[in-house]
């Protein structure tokens, strides 16, 4: 069975969406994700121009050999546009496979290990009232673990918190903005440093010690700053603490580990094994964050859980709204096959993203459920996509208060 076509499909039904069509000589129809926040284009055309032409004739069933070909042949390796370019292959390859198969695409990852992938979502309040309101509305749609971002006194705009009306409205949920360059943010880390922990007190007094609550610091702290982070939320119980430093430097995650116990959640900007090295054979982080789209597929995440998992370290798939349907189709399936599954990220997408692709999966008493339709179980709907093109949209950049371009 030969690959015999492919079609790269740029959308935008309440966000930008870059998906992957391959068709086979007999007429099955795989997809994969390629979406890169903000560098859209740069995926799109990677695929279109030097990717799908060399698809074309080859064995669709091949997918390792694929993957290699991909990987190795390029030369360029790694990158997140080379790696979201492969997951797109890899993953509609998958679909390709299971759909020939007559089977759910998780049967041939090894079968279900557990009756469903648990999941947390995105609580956030500029205050704590409207912080509060927003873990109630979580927890009223069922979900049963929760990520706690809060707004800092003086600051208009944060990481993780809902836009006011001055910075405009959010991008289906997501920080990105339709605007022709970034926003700009402010940030002040010490002021963050003061807050937090008493945010995090408040939490725990008004919705008690059992909910597992998670938070994201998103890359903006040195080791040493981190390491007092994590140190004064351990009264609180975390399920994770994510990001807490840019972890290109994996040895500086030494620091941080020396001087917490709050578990240590890293990787959602990481695209293969190589990244993860000295972070999971140190045992410096306890789950890895990388998404199925970022990371090489189906098949580069799984080699990176299956090392994680000779040293206890679990699953986080990144999974915000930044990923389609399609992408997250695939970590549900993966979620529910490997081992050392620990939590998935679940925001839920619009409704208009689920018009044009019509997912499967389940959300259930706090999980997610994969489709038993063959494959992956997501359809792509021509029709409602060619109505919502492209528009540019990018994520903020964010700079200290005296103006000091900083990690966003």
């Known amino acids: 069975m030969l690959i015999e076509r492919g079609e790269v499909l740029v959308c935008s039904p309440g966000r930008n969406f870059v998906t992957l069509r391959l068709v086979t000589s007999d007429g099955v129809v795989g997809l994969g994700d390629a979406t890169l926040n903000g560098r859209e284009l740069s995926v799109a055309s990677y695929l279109a121009d030097h990717v799908v032409p060399l698809l074309i004739g080859r064995d669709a069933h091949a997918i390792e050999d694929t993957w290699q070909y991909l990987y190795r042949g390029a030369y ?17 390859l998958w679909d390709i496979k299971a759909k020939v198969c007559g089977l759910p695409l998780y049967q041939l990852l090894g079968g279900r290990s557990r009756r469903s992938c648990l999941v947390y979502g995105h609580a956030s309040g500029r205050d704590l009232p409207e912080l509060f309101d927003s873990v109630r509305g ?80 998103h890359h903006r702290l040195t080791p040493i700053q981190a390491a007092r982070l994590g140190k004064s939320l351990e009264p609180y119980d975390l399920f994770w603490l994510e990001d807490v430093t840019p972890a290109e430097n994996q040895e500086a995650l030494r620091l941080v580990r020396q001087h917490t116990t709050t578990p240590l959640a890293i ?137 000091t371009v900083h990690d966003w």
Do not use: C
């Open 138 to 217: 979580h927890l009223e749609l069922g979900y049963r673990a929760i990520r706690i971002q809060t707004g800092i006194p003086g600051f208009e705009s944060v990481y993780g918190v809902a836009s006011v009306a001055k910075s405009g409205p959010r991008y289906d949920y997501e920080p990105a903005r339709r605007t022709a360059v970034p926003v700009e943010e402010s940030w002040d880390t010490r002021a963050y440093l003061r807050h937090v922990p008493s945010v995090f007190e408040a939490v725990r007094n008004e919705f008690g010690p059992a909910l597992p609550l998670l938070h994201d610091a």
């Open 267 to 403: 990787g959602e900007v990481f695209n293969t094994v190589w990244d993860y090295q000295t972070l999971i054979r140190e045992q410096l982080i306890d789950y890895v964050r990388s998404a199925v789209t970022h990371t090489g597929g189906i098949t580069g995440l799984r080699r990176i859980f299956d090392f994680a998992s000779t040293y206890q370290i679990k699953s986080g798939i990144h999974g915000p709204t930044d990923i389609s349907p399609v992408g997250l189709a695939a970590a549900v399936h993966l979620g529910i096959a490997i081992h050392n599954f620990g939590i998935q990220e679940y925001m839920r997408h619009s409704a208009l993203t689920e018009e044009v692709f019509r997912p499967g999966y389940s959300f259930v008493d706090g999980g997610l459920v994969p489709s038993e339709e063959p494959g992956l179980g997501v359809d792509y709907d021509d029709d409602v996509a060619k109505n919502h093109p492209y528009e540019a949209a990018y994520l903020p950049v964010n700079r200290l208060t005296d103006g």
């Open 76 to 92: 360029w390796r790694r990158g997140p546009v080379t790696m979201a370019a492969i997951a797109a292959v890899d993953t509609a």
